[in-house]
């Protein structure tokens, strides 16, 4: 198996979850209810846990380590789909963001707990058991929600319309993607994607809110690859800001 190609994906997996986990974390003191800011707070701490577990196997296949990997890299060097990195807006595009990416994130987690790569399937099989209440999280707030006022369902749809081209970014391809597929290390973004539209639209359909057409959306590509928007480096100099202060240091 061609072990960049494992590289690739590891490094998409630790860098959505990364990046997801500090946009989560912001909003600590700041949620609507003392519930949520709790929620928000404890699946931020959630999703860098698991990038740790991500960075760790890429160390093991001879990266650096991973503060160094995650603090030090320019954000054309990041390969997380750019959904993770916009910023937080209003509670209602936090939410479905949380939606979206969390039912995504379950599925990529049962998939490679059957991949042939040991060490993914070990780490996947652990943490798929955490996502599950981040899923459960989610999909709760949207059915209660998306079927309460009329101002909560319009500013969800809003929300949902807004989003939905860069969660279909999430699905772009690896350029190593069918090498995953042959080796049985990863089913592929395209089996991901059909199981993720399968899943959110069982749960939408229990409220007032409508997936808008798919075939009229431009998916935002491009995050795989190094190419992101406007928010990411601020962002990530915000997070290393205290690392960058003393990288020798022992905390």
Known sequence: ??????KDLLYKLADDQLILGHRNSEW??????LE????????AQDKIGHSLAFYTLLQELGEADPDTV?????????HNSQLV??????????????FM??????????????????PI??????????????????????KNLGSSTEEAILRLQSALNEALPYALGMFEKSKYEQELIDAGVYAGEEAVKAEWLKRIQVV????????????????????????????LQPLLDEMAEVFKIDPTAEW
Request: glycine fraction near 6%.
């Open 1 to 6: 198996m061609n072990e960049q190609a494992i």
């Open 121 to 142: 399937a070990k780490v996947a099989t652990k943490l798929k058991g955490e996502v599950k209440y981040h899923v459960l999280h989610a999909n709760t707030w949207i």
């Open 204 to 231: 939408l359909e229990k409220t007032d809110l409508k997936l808008p057409d798919l075939t009229s959306i431009n998916p935002k590509f491009g995050g795989r690859y190094g190419e992101h928007t406007e928010y």
């Open 36 to 43: 949520e800011d709790i929620a928000f707070s404890s699946m």
């Open 70 to 78: 995650a603090f030090t890299r320019n954000a054309n060097q990041f």
């Open 101 to 118: 990416y969390d039912n995504a994130e379950i599925i990529r987690f049962e998939m490679l707990s059957q991949s042939s790569y040991e």
């Open 85 to 98: 990195e916009l910023p937080n807006g209003e509670y209602d595009f936090s939410l479905i963001r949380h």
């Open 28 to 33: 600590t003191g700041f949620g609507p209810i």
